[in-house]
């Protein structure tokens, strides 16, 4: 048996041939599968539930060992055959598989970001397939994900985005949101510093989407008051606002940001860690707002803004619960496309701008360890159709 390897590069070429509505469809699957699962806990990256039968929604506990300069994190999942309609459309991407991402976090700051891989197994031989270098694919579903919870509950066409960071995951995030919504004028991004990692950012966007004006400001307190001003201008006329930092502290008031605005809150992942005040949470959950997250009993455990606003399980919706649906609970996938294909039709008329507490719509994700089997089992599939990648033969028996 033969051992594939997918290089950086490789994982790029790959992931640039996935449209935007491949992605959501295969991120879909896999939200899904989380909430048709009768596990109590799904758990996310930083948790998860052990499992120790063949259940078709696997994700046991993360496993981490310390290195003089990492930790290094162990995250196997596993994600069996789904009971879905229309699932095999020639050329759609399928979420099953089982694999184990190994993520090494530097414990000095490296600009290079986190080192890792994904092993991708064989389901029937049991051995290794694949080799896949994951640096980009923790961003890649996670923006997948994300701009499927725009498809599904955000409120008006965007025109503006305003980015709080300037990592990859902000890079995936707005490369898809673009790719996806042609109709968009404007992007801002808010960072800390505006350091290397913003020029290249700007530059890196600017040349794949050149019609689209770029603004960029720094959020560290300074004396130069404009750039309040210019970032609070930014939040009220967003359309959406996507949220990657660490924070501790809300990035920003609720006042600032006006009815109808999509929020996509991806960074916090402790109690501690907050990206957004209470209130925008309490707005999400009255009137005509909605707060959507990947899992419900990951975010109650480890989304920072959920537990500190105290909201009930049930006043949020799993994204999974959102989907199109056949006669006997099975996701229609058909019906999906078909939906994203037109994003928005039959949504209600775009909410009148002006600031205040009325509804916003927010989508809180932490993870969940069942889209790295998912995005790096379509990108092996792929990766054999198309021939790509190193191949060690006679790797196993």
């Known amino acids: 048996m033969s051992l594939r390897v997918l290089s950086a590069s490789d994982v790029e070429r790959i992931s640039l041939a996935f449209s935007p509505v491949d992605l959501q469809c295969l991120m879909a699957q896999v939200f899904h ?21 063949a259940s078709p929604v696997q994700i046991p ?38 694999s184990i991402k190994i993520v090494s976090v530097p414990k000095a700051s490296d600009p290079r970001g986190l080192p890792a891989t994904t092993i991708v197994l064989d389901e029937i031989k049991g051995s290794a397939k694949a080799v896949v270098n994951a640096r980009t694919l923790t961003a890649l579903r996670n923006a997948a994900g994300s701009l499927l919870s725009t498809s599904l509950i955000a409120r008006r066409t965007p025109k503006h985005i305003v980015a709080f960071g300037a990592g990859n995951q902000i890079l995936y995030h707005l490369d898809l949101h673009l790719r996806f919504f042609p109709q ?25 989407f050149g019609h689209i004006q770029f603004a960029s400001f720094a959020s560290a307190p300074s004396p130069d008051s404009r750039s309040t001003e ?38 916090s992942y402790t ?53 199109p649906k056949g006669e006997f609970g099975d996701l229609d996938i058909e019906s999906l496309k078909l939906q994203l294909e037109v994003p928005f039709k039959g949504l ?9 507490s009325e509804g916003v719509t927010i989508f809180k994700s932490v993870g969940i360890g069942l889209q790295d089997v998912a995005i790096s089992s379509a990108v092996v599939s792929r990766a054999e159709e198309l021939g790509i990648g190193a191949i060690i033969h006679n790797y196993d028996i």
Do not use: Y
């Not at 599968?33 to 039968?53: C, F, I, L, M, Y």
């Not at 404007?186 to 510093?193: A, E, G």
């Not at 006329?237 to 605005?261: E, Q």
């Open 184 to 208: 968009v004028e404007k992007c801002t991004i808010v960072n800390r510093t505006l350091n290397d990692r913003v020029e290249l950012l700007v530059r890196r966007l600017s040349q794949s």
């Open 230 to 267: 210019g970032i609070e201008e930014a939040i009220g006329s967003a359309d959406i606002i996507i949220c990657a930092t660490s924070s501790t502290t809300p990035l920003f008031p609720s006042s600032w940001v006006s009815p109808g605005t999509h929020l996509i809150l991806i960074g």
């Open 348 to 356: 209600n008329p775009p909410t009148e701008r002006k600031g205040g």
């Open 271 to 323: 109690p501690q860690m907050h990206e957004v005040d209470t209130d925008l949470i309490h707005r999400a959950t009255s009137g005509n707002g909605q707060l959507l997250v990947d899992s419900r009993a990951a975010c109650f455990k480890e989304a920072g803004e959920l537990i500190s606003s105290k909201v009930g399980q049930d006043q949020v919706t799993e994204i999974g619960e959102q989907l």
């Open 61 to 98: 506990h993360r496993t981490s060992v310390a290195t003089e300069n990492h930790t290094v994190l162990f995250m196997p999942a596993h994600l069996g055959r789904l009971s879905s309609r229309n699932m095999d459309t020639p050329g759609s991407l399928t979420a099953e598989g089982t």
């Open 33 to 53: 599968a989380v909430s048709a699962s009768s596990k109590p806990e799904e758990g996310g990256d930083h948790e998860g539930d052990q499992a120790t039968r």
